[in-house]
């Protein structure tokens, strides 16, 4: 067998890094080396020959921790959301003084999941109206979810590109909130929900139909797969890279 990837999980006593420090653990093919949390010291991974980090951490922290990698010329597989395009822009600007390193930044590692976006932006063009429902754990903290806005931005560009116009809406009054946030013209609902784990419905609507995609994660290793593939491919894609459909063959 040809040697094993040495991973560092970033974030590792948490729900997702505790769940990706066991997948790693079960890989034949991938070497667990170091698993850090809050107060650790990224920056002392440089000379542990950790070849690929992963980091689901918290959105106050991972643009640091990713940076802090780039510097060390290791991989970033990133699951941790609040990125922007600012903090999205830092990253590349950081990479150009490390030509061969790959960061995959992805909102959503389940691959059905990663499906629902790629359908939803192809359908988005073919219906007046769509609107995102997500709907997520209660101790989740930030909102809308990172999938969530990507959804919604993959579904804007779509429509924009084929020249389709705003979701109609004649609301001329409503209390705060009530029609969810707008993410680059998509309206975007957030449900807090003590015994839900992750889930996201898209809905499309026409005169008279309605398409509903859904998509839940029952349990963390829903997004081990996508994550394990992320582990795998990132040093052969250098770079960075937004969203794990960039790694499929989705046609
Ligand atoms: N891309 C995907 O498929 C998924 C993404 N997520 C995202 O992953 C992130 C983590 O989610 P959970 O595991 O549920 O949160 P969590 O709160 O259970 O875990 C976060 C962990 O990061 C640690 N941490 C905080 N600051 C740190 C730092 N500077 N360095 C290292 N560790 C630090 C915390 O102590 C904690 O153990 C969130 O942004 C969430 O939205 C969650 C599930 C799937
Ligand atoms: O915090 C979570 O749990 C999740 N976060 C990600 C997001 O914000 O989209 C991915 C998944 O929805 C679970």
């Given at each position: 067998m040809s040697e094993r990837i040495r991973v560092a999980v970033l974030g590792a006593a948490g729900r997702m890094g505790s769940t990706v420090v066991r997948a790693v653990q079960e890989a034949p093919d991938l070497e667990l080396v170091a698993t850090l949390d809050a107060g650790d010291d990224v920056g002392a991974l440089a000379d542990?020959?950790?070849?690929?980090?992963?980091?689901?951490?918290?959105?106050?922290?991972?643009?640091?921790?990713?940076?802090?990698?780039?510097?060390?010329?290791?991989?970033?597989?990133?699951?941790?959301?609040?990125?922007?395009?600012?903090?999205?822009?830092?990253?590349?600007?950081?990479?150009?003084?490390?030509?061969?390193?790959?960061?995959?930044?992805?909102?959503?590692?389940?691959?059905?999941?990663?499906?629902?976006m790629t359908f939803a932006s192809r359908a988005a063009r073919y219906f007046d109206s769509v609107e995102v429902i997500e709907l997520h754990h209660p101790d989740k903290v930030d909102a809308p979810s990172g999938t969530a806005r990507h959804t919604a931005a993959g579904i804007a560009a779509a429509r924009a590109a084929a020249g389709v116009g705003p979701s109609p809406d004649a609301t001329t009054s409503a209390l705060d909130g009530a029609r969810g946030a707008d993410v680059d013209g998509v309206r975007v609902h957030s449900v807090r929900l003590r015994g839900l784990v992750a889930h996201e419905e898209i809905l499309l609507g026409n005169p008279g139909e309605m398409l509903t995609l859904r998509h839940d994660s029952f349990d963390r290793v829903s997004f081990m797969p996508g994550v394990l593939l992320g582990i795998r491919e990132v040093g052969a894609r250098p770079g960075l890279t937004v969203g794990l459909e960039h790694f499929l063959d989705l046609g």
């Open positions: 542990s020959g950790v070849q690929v980090a992963v980091d689901f951490t918290v959105p106050s922290a991972t643009e640091a921790n990713v940076l802090a990698l780039v510097d060390a010329g290791i991989h970033a597989v990133v699951g941790t959301t609040g990125w922007t395009d600012e903090s999205l822009g830092r990253v590349r600007s950081r990479l150009e003084a490390r030509p061969g390193a790959g960061v995959l930044i992805a909102p959503n590692f389940a691959l059905g999941a990663v499906l629902a």
